[in-house]
């Protein structure tokens, strides 16, 4: 049956963020939106305000040094509104925080107006000085609060955003906070040429106007477009963090970060901090310098100068998008993109040197080198400090001191309280008393420490895989899906069969078997095409043998659906473990004299007819389902050549054909010298006709009744290069002894792999004396056949045979199986076979 997408608009989870165009993710494209344009409206008001309120004050009879406590007490105040609003934010309801924000927006609107007002009162007002001082002061003050309101809005973001893009998004936001400084100037300019304002108070109050109105505009677009509620979103974000981690297809490119101890989270957290501290130091100090460097020194009009600026600044934005893009298409890593950022922000601080100028020889020229200084300095500090705030973000661990909140909340505190309240008065004060050369020193020695703390940083998460000894949690099952360990056996040593044996132990996976890869590959696969919706309590039936029930089991409880395993009476008791994960068993009963084929064909008539009651039903079905295979193609496969490069063989039990399919094509492309052998039990119809047909006692989901298309594919292909048929009593036998000569608990499908390999290495030694190296994929553990085989082993092997005995019927049968096996063909030859449609 096809598999329809769901309407997101009926059925909707927090997970479906994951996914392009759908509602969640938009709503976390508009919170990041929005936070990006607070951030522009911010820094434009800021770089507006503040080198105007130097003239204007002076205007009103207060000198250079009162004007930058004045505006530095405004981001000090910011600082104290935070400490004092994050206990009550933390208590607000999502849209009391939402009408929190909407109104600081509305404020922010009105001070700008009051600041206009104040600035330059209409004649009707009659405004004495004291009014008009009273006005500015108050007006800036009243931005602290509401930009401390602000910042919430910027946590939020950070919050929403997940790791895989959290460093992109810092940079993004960087920026925006560039294209604010420079707007800023350039806004001042405009509006100083359209309403042609000449005098001080005019110049201060014309851009505020503008202003204003933005403010305005930009609150009602908060309200008409901030979510009322982000709860879905933090869900989504915590949702994608912990699929990316489980996501065994692509390298953990993140996982220097996510997996620094605490020690090494704080050291990064510190450096971050520290650095943003030194480059609002840097940016504070450009914001009150620049423009009083070109009027006094270099004789440009204000109007000039605050358009130079502006230009000058947002024509620095193409370095921080090449960086990005650069960095997107993994051309240069993060660490080394905050390292040259910071270099090129201290180096750049040496043109501001008044020797320069006096050496350059004209003035232009001289102006010139200052403002390409200052864009240097400004866009390749930000887009350090951009970096490394997202590879803090990104290290984050919601719910412990470690949150992106915190960090972000902390360094505007700091940077609040220390850099933008001293470095505008001292920038002016070291320009009025001591030159552009002590200026242009402050500026080499801020930036010099941040290129410092910088290389802190870096070799910190250089050297992290190597200091970092802490065992990581999971912070969810599915991360425990795949990784699983292979052990070099000593079982063919002590046959006398020369080669090494190596087994996959894919028992440890989280519900004991490699069909938990199958599952969470199905299932996440499902979701990317829109047709499971996480967290929504969808319906997902599938029919199995067991291993796959329970794998499913345990993923559709992580993902919030329901789940009913469809199984018979001969699989009845394995898939009973998928009720531990809250799944429901539905026992298909056939005639007394159905057998496994007849009862496999009811179990999957019975989830067809569910799918068609109910269209929100969902049926995997691992036996038609490319993902099955494509599963183990982008997981198990991988490992498996990671882990032993050099294997000659690998050993598959064939079953539904997934393993053998996946691994098949994974190997042909990336190592066609690898042999690939398939396995099945003697009685299976999938290398046999079904006249051959034979009931085995133990139920381990092997021996389907026909070959699936993938497994003709194989064959086909000429994937495949040898197969092996094994006796029940044989698999069994091999599953005794190696559990102890090994240690290994595998179930009867691996030890009918392992026989098979021992058969083949005793053939090769004997045909061409190569020594041969074989991984065997052993799907499951022993213990859900314990009971079986107990009763088969005492029925046909035999109780209380020691270990020698044991290895001495197994060597035997090794030497008769293999005596009548061929290289190249092993007992079947796979270009000979024929099957019937599936």
């Not at 840097?282 to 204000?302: C, H, K, N, R």
């Not at 690898?674 to 021996?703: H, L, N, W, Y």
Request: proline share 4%; charged share 15%.
């Amino acid at each position: 049956r096809p598999l329809e997408p769901l309407d997101s608009d009926r059925l909707l989870g927090p997970g479906s963020a994951r996914y392009e165009g759908s509602t969640l993710d938009q709503a976390r494209r508009r919170v990041q939106l929005l936070s990006l344009t607070w951030s522009i409206f911010v820094m434009s008001t800021a770089t507006v305000v503040i080198p105007e309120s130097y003239p204007l004050l002076r205007d009103m009879g207060h000198g250079a040094c009162a004007s930058g406590w004045l505006i530095g007490c405004s981001w000090a105040l910011q600082a104290v509104s935070v400490s004092i609003m994050k206990p009550i934010w933390s208590g607000l309801e999502h849209a009391s925080k939402k009408a929190c924000i909407v109104c600081a927006g509305c404020v922010f609107s009105l001070s700008t107006l009051a600041y206009a007002i104040a600035a330059d009162p209409p004649a009707a007002l009659q405004l004495n000085d004291t009014v008009r001082l009273v006005g500015v002061i108050g007006s800036r003050l009243l931005a602290g609060p509401c930009t401390a309101v602000g910042l919430f809005l910027v946590t939020l973001s950070l919050e929403v955003t997940t790791n895989a893009e959290m460093v992109r998004f810092s940079v993004m936001r960087s920026c925006s906070l560039t294209v604010g400084v420079g707007w800023g100037p350039l806004l001042s300019g405009l509006a100083n040429f359209i309403m042609q304002a000449h005098g001080v108070r005019e110049r201060a109050a014309s851009p505020s106007w503008f202003l204003a109105a933005g403010w305005g505009i930009f609150a009602g677009l908060l309200f008409w477009m901030l979510p009322g509620d982000t709860r879905p979103l933090l869900q989504a974000k915590q949702d994608e963090d912990t699929y990316a981690k489980a996501d065994t297809r692509q390298p953990a490119k993140l996982s220097r970060v996510e997996k620094l101890s605490s020690s090494a989270r704080l050291n990064l957290w510190s450096s971050g901090v520290y650095y943003g501290v030194e480059r609002a130091f840097i940016v504070s100090a450009l914001e009150a310098a620049t423009t009083f460097v070109l009027q006094t020194e270099f004789g440009w009009s204000t109007q000039g100068a605050a358009f130079a600026v502006g230009i000058t600044f947002l024509g620095s934005i193409p370095i921080t998008v090449l960086a990005n893009f650069a960095k997107t298409n993994g051309w240069v890593s993060d660490v080394s993109l905050m390292q040259a950022s910071a270099i090129v922000c201290a180096l750049s601080s040496a043109l501001l040197f008044p020797q320069l100028t006096s050496y350059l020889g004209a003035s232009a020229v001289g102006a010139t080198a200052v403002l390409v200084a200052d864009g240097l300095i400004f866009s390749t500090g930000y887009l350090a400090n951009g970096v490394l705030d997202g590879l803090a973000c990104q290290s984050s661990l919601p719910g412990t001191r470690y949150t992106a909140e915190n960090y972000t909340l902390l360094g505007q505190i700091l940077q609040n309280t220390l850099a933008r309240l001293i470095a505008p008065v001292l920038a002016r004060v070291v320009l009025d008393q001591s030159g552009r050369g002590a200026y242009a020193t402050f500026q080499l020695s801020i930036s010099a420490l941040g290129c410092l703390t910088c290389c802190k940083a870096t070799g910190m998460l250089s050297h992290q895989e190597e200091d970092n000894k802490e065992l990581e949690a999971f912070t969810c099952i599915l991360e425990g899906i795949g990784k699983t360990p292979m052990l070099s056996t000593v079982l063919a040593e002590q046959l006398g069969v020369p080669g090494a044996l190596i087994v996959k132990l894919e028992g440890f996976n989280p519900s004991g078997s490699v069909k938990d890869r199958c599952a969470e590959y199905m299932v996440r696969m499902a979701e990317k095409r829109g047709v499971l919706v996480p967290f929504s309590f969808q319906h997902v039936v599938e029919s199995s043998s067991g291993s796959l029930a329970k794998g499913l089991a345990m993923v559709c409880a992580q993902r919030g659906y329901r789940f009913t395993a469809v199984c018979d009476r001969f699989s009845a008791t394995k898939n009973a473990m998928a009720e531990a994960f809250g799944a429901e068993v539905v026992v298909v009963e056939g005639p007394p004299d159905a057998d496994q084929i007849a009862l496999r064909t009811l179990r999957r008539n019975w989830c067809h007819k569910k799918c068609e009651e109910d269209p929100f039903t969902v049926h995997l079905d691992q036996y038609t389902n490319d993902d099955s295979h494509m599963s183990y193609y982008h997981s198990l496969a991988p490992e498996i050549y990671a882990q032993s490069p050099d294997l000659d063989v690998l050993m598959i039990s064939t079953g539904t054909g997934g393993q053998l399919r996946g691994c098949s094509l994974y190997f042909s492309e990336t190592a066609p010298h690898v042999q690939i052998m398939a396995c099945e039990g003697t009685g299976s119809t999938i290398f046999a006709d079904p006249s051959t047909r034979q009931k085995r006692e133990i139920s381990d989901g092997t021996g389907y009744h026909c070959a699936l298309p993938r497994v003709e594919r194989c064959l086909e292909e000429g994937m495949v290069n040898e197969i092996y048929t094994v006796d029940e009593a044989d698999a069994v036998l091999t599953s005794t002894v190696i559990a102890r000569t090994d240690g290994a608990l595998v179930g009867p499908s691996g030890g009918m792999a392992i026989f098979a390999a021992l058969c083949h290495m005793s053939c090769a030694a004997r045909e061409k004396g190569a020594q041969v190296k074989v991984v065997v994929i052993c799907p499951d553990r022993l213990d859900p056949y314990k009971a079986q085989i107990d009763d088969y082993v005492k029925t046909h092997i035999g109780v209380g045979l020691s270990t020698q005995e044991l290895l001495g019927r197994l060597r035997g049968r090794v030497a008769e199986v293999a005596g009548k096996c061929t290289l190249g063909k092993g007992m079947i030859d796979p270009r000979t076979l024929a099957f019937r449609k599936a």
